[in-house]
Every structure is written in structure tokens, then in C-alpha cells.
T-cell receptor, first 114, second 113 residues
Framework: EAGVTQSPTHLIKTRGQQATLRCSPI?????VYWYQQALGLGLQFLLW???????NRGNFPPRFSGRQFPNYSSELNVNALELEDSALYLC?????????????FGQGTRLTVV | KQEVTQIPAALSVPEGENLVLNCSFT??????LQWFRQDPGKGLTSLLL?????REQTSGRLNASLDKSSGRSTLYIAASQPGDSATYLC????????????FGTGTLLAVQP
């Protein structure tokens, strides 16, 4: 069974541009989570999607947005990129939105803003 | 505020040693606690999940315990190997409307051959 897959692996963008990151959850999983891991800041929760709806978002500005498609895959969009957006972006999926359902992570997308 | 802390921040041990990594959380109303492993620049690998109703979980050389009353979890690694070298993260889920994982800052483990 394939795990959580993310693309691209690496992404280099210029300040002010937009970045689109993609995530495919484990087959059968309906919930997708996005986390940011910036150097020295640890893992911070960004967004949670389940059954196509945004369920919760972390303390990030509106230029961080996303969506979940009918096949449960997800996209994270970051507009007006800033240098401090450089980070490893991790996607996770879980079987459902039940509390405490185990989360499985992908290998991440390394976003570098220059 | 729900916070998770890990001690120590870094640990270096000789191969073959048994070791314990510590995780503390401020809010005892935790749904579950997960331990992850992260290799440099890579994603997270789930090691163990302990539900709030459980006290411990075991997988191979790994054993994790959960004590909600004291707000602590420990990850015990038996007979450490150089391949165990990585950053170990614990994360708690509090469910409800958020269902997000709150991560600790991690322990960087180096097992010397």
C-alpha cells in the first residue's frame, strides 16, 4: 500500500511568487493535514481538510490556503511568497476525522524562497 | 495553552545502550500521543501510537508509555544501533474541533558505533 505522497520534492521560488504543493493521502484516508517545519521553529499546524471541507487552520496569514479534491488529494497554495516561508512542508493523512486517529506523514516538499 | 516539551534536546550514546527519551505535555485531556522518527531533511515516520485509554505500546525494540496524570510519555529504545540515529518527536492530539497534532521540539539522537 502506497504511503502519503507529496510533490514536488523540492521547489525554488522568488519572493512575491506563488507556490503550489500537492499531497495524495493513503488510499481510504479522508483527512489531510498540512504542517510547516521551518528551521528552528519546529512543526506548526497549517490546515486540516476532511471530506472536501476545511475543518481548521493554524495561526497563519490568509495567503496560505488550500483545498481538498473529491479523491481526497489536497493542494496547498502560498501566495505572495516571503523569504520566511522557506521551510519543509509536510502533509499527513488519517483514516477519518475521529479524534485521535493515527496520522501518517509524507516525505515533504522543501520550499526555498529566494 | 497546550504545549509539548522534550528532554533532552540531544543525546549521544554508544551502540548497544538502552535509552529513554522523555516527553511532557501540559494538558492531560489528551486523546492520544504519537512518537515519530525524522531523518535529516525527510518526513516523519510513525513509530508508536498510544491511545488515552492505554498505558503503553511496544514495537520491536521500542516501548512507549503514557501517564496522563503526570503529563508524561517516555520512549524506551533497547539495544540501540547506529541506524537509530535520528530526531525523535512526540506529538499529542487533543481532538475536538482541531484534531491537530501538537509537537514537541524533538530529541536528536546519535548512536555511536
Amino acid at each position: 500500500e502506497a504511503g502519503v505522497t507529496q510533490s514536488p520534492t523540492h521547489l525554488i521560488k522568488t519572493r512575491g511568487q506563488q507556490a503550489t504543493l500537492r499531497c495524495s493521502p493513503i488510499s481510504g484516508h479522508t483527512s489531510v493535514y498540512w504542517y510547516q517545519q521551518a528551521l528552528g521553529l519546529g512543526l506548526q499546524f497549517l490546515l486540516w481538510y476532511d471530506e472536501g471541507e476545511e475543518r481548521n487552520r493554524g495561526n497563519f496569514p490568509p495567503r496560505f490556503s488550500g483545498r481538498q479534491f473529491p479523491n481526497y488529494s489536497s493542494e496547498l497554495n502560498v501566495n505572495a511568497l516571503e523569504l520566511e516561508d522557506s521551510a519543509l512542508y509536510l502533509c499527513a493523512s488519517s483514516r477519518n476525522r475521529g479524534a485521535g486517529t493515527e496520522a501518517f506523514f509524507g516525505q515533504g516538499t522543501r520550499l526555498t524562497v529566494v | 495553552k497546550q504545549e509539548v516539551t522534550q528532554i533532552p534536546a540531544a543525546l549521544s550514546v554508544p551502540e548497544g545502550e538502552n535509552l529513554v527519551l522523555n516527553c511532557s505535555f501540559t494538558d492531560s485531556a489528551i486523546y492520544n500521543l504519537q512518537w515519530f522518527r525524522q531523518d535529516p531533511g525527510k518526513g516523519l515516520t510513525s513509530l508508536l501510537l498510544i491511545q488515552s485509554s492505554q498505558r503503553e505500546q511496544t514495537s520491536g525494540r521500542l516501548n512507549a508509555s503514557l501517564d496522563k496524570s503526570s503529563g508524561r510519555s517516555t520512549l524506551y529504545i533497547a539495544a540501540s544501533q547506529p541506524g537509530d540515529s535520528a530526531t525523535y518527536l512526540c506529538a499529542g492530539t487533543y481532538g475536538g474541533a482541531t484534531n491537530k497534532l501538537i509537537f514537541g521540539t524533538g530529541t536528536l539522537l546519535a548512536v555511536q558505533p
